[in-house]
């Protein structure tokens, strides 16, 4: 695939989705949301969010209890090595892994709670998915045709999306840093072919130095006039 084409198609699937996004809206401000449809989507929320939280909780956790075990064990295997012989030294040494103990039973004791917290958490989100799929999709039944089309409509952006991201792989970063800002400026279609020696988008007369860079290697070039990107494919 040669960069005109890859833009080309990346502007293609951009298009589309342009599209689907603006139905998208329009079918969303149409439908009514019923309360409890809202409040299953925040209550699914929260449990993702509390899950989320749990979990980076226990890994915590879990690593200073791992890196105490290590203390200790090098601690201990001191102790035993026979190389610290005066008695002060060996106390202290003593002292020390039975704190590092002490310690570590706190963090068992919290490292329990919060894998028991978790796993209520991770019930707690079971639950919330599935009462969200059960009450999305009798919302949805009661909506008719729009929630038929709106559902098409996801499973469409969604698929786009993907492609999207295939599309812009084809592409290196200078030409994505171009087409980006483009679109953002102008928005749209900022990717066009030329028609004969005209541009495709603003129809203005592309000079003669411009249209030899079309015809070298990576067939594109940007018009003089409109600044898109202009290619020949
Ligand atoms: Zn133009």
């Known amino acids: 695939m040669t960069k005109a084409e890859a833009l080309l198609d990346l502007q293609d699937i951009d298009s589309v989705i342009d599209r689907l996004t603006r139905r998208l809206t329009e079918i969303k401000a149409s439908l009514h949301e019923t309360e409890e449809l809202i409040a299953a989507r925040s209550a699914l929320r929260a449990a993702q969010e509390s899950a989320t939280h749990k979990r980076a909780t226990r890994k915590d956790l879990e690593l200073s209890d791992a890196s105490l075990e290590t203390r200790i064990t090098q601690a ?6 026979g190389l610290v012989k005066n008695p002060k ?3 202290d040494l003593q002292n020390d892994i039975a704190s590092l103990r002490r310690q570590k039973n706190t963090l068992d004791d919290q490292l329990f709670a919060a894998m028991v917290a978790l ?3 991770e019930n707690e989100l079971e639950t919330r998915t599935t009462a969200d799929a059960r009450i999305a999709a009798e919302w949805r039944a009661s909506q008719g045709d729009l929630a038929v089309e709106l559902t098409q409509l996801e499973h469409d952006f969604a698929e786009k999306t993907g492609e999207q991201a295939e599309a812009r792989a084809q592409l290196g970063a200078p030409d994505l840093v ?3 800002q483009l679109r953002r400026r102008k928005g749209g279609v900022v990717v066009v072919e030329m028609e004969n020696n005209l541009c495709g988008s603003c129809k203005v007369r592309v000079p003669a130095h411009v249209l ?14 409109c600044e898109r990107i202009l290619v020949r494919v």
């Open 89 to 91: 030294e060996l106390l």
């Open 212 to 225: 030899q860079q079309l015809s070298q290697a990576e067939h594109t070039t940007r018009c003089p006039n």
């Open 119 to 121: 796993e209520e958490a």
């Open 76 to 81: 201990e295997q001191r102790m035993y090595s």
């Open 178 to 180: 171009t087409y980006d």
